[in-house]
Every structure is written in structure tokens, then in C-alpha cells.
């Protein structure tokens, strides 16, 4: 099955700073992917996604680029504010899975 | 409009006792998911419905889980005797489509359970 890695598991960043969280996913079938942003006893946002026919998507402050060749996808966050601060979470999706496959993770923090 | 919703927000069980976790997805979604978040880790599947039909179920981690969703809308996640390593968030999500598997899942607020 899939398995998707994330990385890092923490990232601390001064307000203004960009902020970039990696993963990478196992099954080359995989071609939808979203990424999630869950504070702490919310529930997961939809924040961004990206499916395989594209290499880069952006929305404001953020953006997320995938290499498919190489099996990674990455989220961008610039201009960091206080308000990101939170749990993100990158996941992977085949066309003919059912299942979300997350990553385990990114604690984001902002220092004002 | 609506988003999915979820009952009860938190649940306290004694070990051994059985649960019943309520998920009423968004108007209209056809799919519906039963995902697991221990603390501190990703969501994890546990089962899918494509309207009533339960198409996957390989997620669940024992025959002590159970799930329906007899009318296509309303789902309900059974545990029965739980024990202590299933306490977690359980996170209900939907999504429209029927037939492109691709369509964003919105996640509900997830029930918290608690297995003394």
C-alpha cells in the first residue's frame, strides 16, 4: 500500500519567515494531493491540493509543488503569521483507492 | 451550508464497555470515511461507504469494529468492548463525487474517545 513520509516533524519560524514542509509518497499511482491544516483539537482544513497533471498550484501565501518523477511534494508558506501556527498534515490518494494516506505530521510554529 | 458533523464530541468509556460514534456528512455526499488519529499522528483509514455499500473495510483494526450506514447518510462507527488502545479521535469526512475517487474529503470534528 502507500505509505507517505513528511518531514520535518517541527519547524519553529519567525513571523515573516517562509516556512516549507517536504513529503515524499511510495505508490506511483498516487495522483491527488491535498494537504491539511489542523489546530489543536479541530478538526483537518483543506488547504491546498495538487493533482498530477500540474508541477506547481499557488493560493495567496501558499503553494505547493509536486515532482512526480521523484515522488515528493512539497507546501510553501510565505510570510508567515502568528495564525499558521498549527498541525499540518500531507496525504496521497490513487484514482482508484478510497483512502487518504497521511503523512504524520508537521507542528508548525510562528514566533511573533 | 452545513458541514459534517459529529456525536458525541467527547466519550468516556469504561474497558469493556461498547460505543457508538454518530457521523452526518455534508447534503448530498455520496462517499463517507472513518478515518483514526492517535495523538500526536496522522489520521489513518479505518472504512469506506459509497452510499450504503461498504466498499472498503480493510482499516479496521479488529472484529470489534463495526460500521453502517443503512439509508446512504447518517454512518454510525461501533466498538465493542473497547479497550484502552482504542482510545483516539475518530474523524468522520465525505466528499460529492461518485465516481472520481479524487474529490476532496471535508472532515468532520471528530468524536474523542476515552477507554479507562
Known amino acids: 500500500g502507500e505509505n507517505v513520509e513528511q518531514h520535518p516533524s517541527t519547524l519553529s519560524v519567525q513571523e515573516g519567515d517562509s516556512a516549507v514542509i517536504k513529503c515524499t509518497y511510495s505508490?506511483?499511482?498516487?495522483?491527488?494531493f491535498p494537504w491539511y491544516k489542523q489546530e489543536l483539537g479541530k478538526r483537518p482544513q483543506l488547504i491546498i491540493d495538487i493533482r498530477s497533471n500540474v508541477g506547481e498550484k499557488k493560493d495567496q501565501r501558499i503553494a505547493v509543488t509536486l515532482n512526480k518523477t521523484a515522488k515528493h511534494f512539497s507546501l510553501h508558506i510565505t510570510e508567515t503569521q502568528p495564525e499558521d501556527s498549527a498541525v499540518y498534515f500531507c496525504?496521497?490518494?490513487?484514482?482508484?483507492?478510497?483512502?487518504?494516506?497521511f503523512g504524520e505530521g508537521t507542528q508548525l510554529t510562528v514566533n511573533p | 451550508g452545513a458541514g459534517v458533523s459529529q456525536s458525541p464530541r467527547y466519550k468516556v468509556a469504561k474497558r469493556g464497555q461498547d460505543v457508538a460514534l454518530r457521523c452526518d456528512p455534508i447534503?448530498?455526499?455520496?462517499?463517507l470515511f472513518w478515518y483514526q488519529q492517535a495523538l500526536g499522528q496522522g489520521p489513518e483509514f479505518l472504512t469506506y461507504?459509497?452510499?450504503?455499500?461498504?466498499?472498503?473495510k480493510s482499516g479496521l483494526p479488529s472484529d470489534r469494529f463495526f460500521a453502517e450506514r443503512p439509508e446512504g447518510s447518517v454512518s454510525t462507527l461501533k466498538i465493542q468492548r473497547t479497550q484502552q488502545e482504542d482510545s483516539a479521535v475518530y474523524l468522520c469526512?465525505?466528499?460529492?463525487?461518485?465516481?472520481?475517487?479524487?474529490?476532496?474529503?471535508?472532515f468532520g470534528p471528530g468524536t474523542r474517545l476515552l477507554v479507562l
Open positions: 447534503s448530498g455526499h455520496v462517499s
Open positions: 505508490d506511483s499511482a498516487s495522483n491527488y
Open positions: 496525504a496521497a490518494i490513487r484514482t482508484s483507492g478510497s483512502r487518504l494516506t
Open positions: 461507504f459509497q452510499n450504503e455499500a461498504q466498499l472498503d
Open positions: 469526512a465525505s466528499s460529492l463525487s461518485l465516481a472520481d475517487l479524487q474529490e476532496t474529503q471535508y
